[in-house]
């Protein structure tokens, strides 16, 4: 993936606004999952077709379109991002059954009852970004796709990552911090019983009070996400470049993570207990 950076000084609103517009183009390089999310929308192709979606945090559009295609009575196509409405709106405004709509999810509220949903609010550390949204929606949808996800986590050693920058002076002075990419991991942690977290759509998330790592070996703690729908995993950080892997040093056996809603996107509390 590219990383795009703004270099001149801009207000702040709008730099903000920009850095989370360059930020969400990146989603559009990771071809998995938007293989994996079109499977998906198929699978629900009848209750599509002749029926009322709602693709919220629509960014260019591009589910929205597909379920135009599909024959959708109705699409609604909601972006809070003013740089990606103006695209969105390039995009699908000159279609008669779509209606774009520039406004926060957690206040839309559709005309008719919503057949089918479809969203990617999932972040890093699956619910760091939006997912809080759809467990605090004015309105109940029939199907919402995708509708489950899980954040994993496993130990693995610096030297198993053959990163010659980041040795282990320079981890020191990262403790008790996450960290997105910074070097290739391509190697997956072998834990099974490793989930610090879940989310399912009607359920809300589920964390572990604390997580003990004490028997296993390793002085990187990687987290990973695993999007689901109806219980299967459908793709995962490992294979959709879209949400990278994250790690901190080890600097304990037990530790704490926690999420807020900050009123814009969830924030992360992350803490070594012991
Ligand atoms: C990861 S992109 C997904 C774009 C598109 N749904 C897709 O899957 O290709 C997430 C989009 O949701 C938007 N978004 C995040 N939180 C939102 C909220 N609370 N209300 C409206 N849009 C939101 C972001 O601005 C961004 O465009």
Redesign the pocket.
Known sequence: MLSLEILNSLPFKRYEALS?FLA?IG?YDDERRREV?EGTILKYRDAINGGVVV??????G??SEMALALGAKKVYA????PY?YNVLKGRLGRYRNVRVVK????KFVPLEEVDVLI???YGPLLYD??LY?LDNLPFTPRVVIPNGGRLKMGLLNLEDIGDRTVEEDVLEQLKGVLVADLFEINRRPEVEENTVATWKFGQGLKVEDSINIGEQLGNLLLFYLEVMHNGKVICSSFECTNWPLVWTPRSGDVFSIRFRWGGDFARVDFEWLM
């Not at 693709?55 to 260019?60: M, R, T, V």
């Not at 909601?78 to 991002?81: A, K, M, P």
């Not at 406004?103 to 957690?106: E, H, Y």
């Open positions: 989370d969400f989603v999310w693709e919220l945090g629509a960014g260019f591009i589910f909601v972006e809070r991002n990606a406004k926060d999810a957690l969203h990617d609010f970004e939006s949204v």
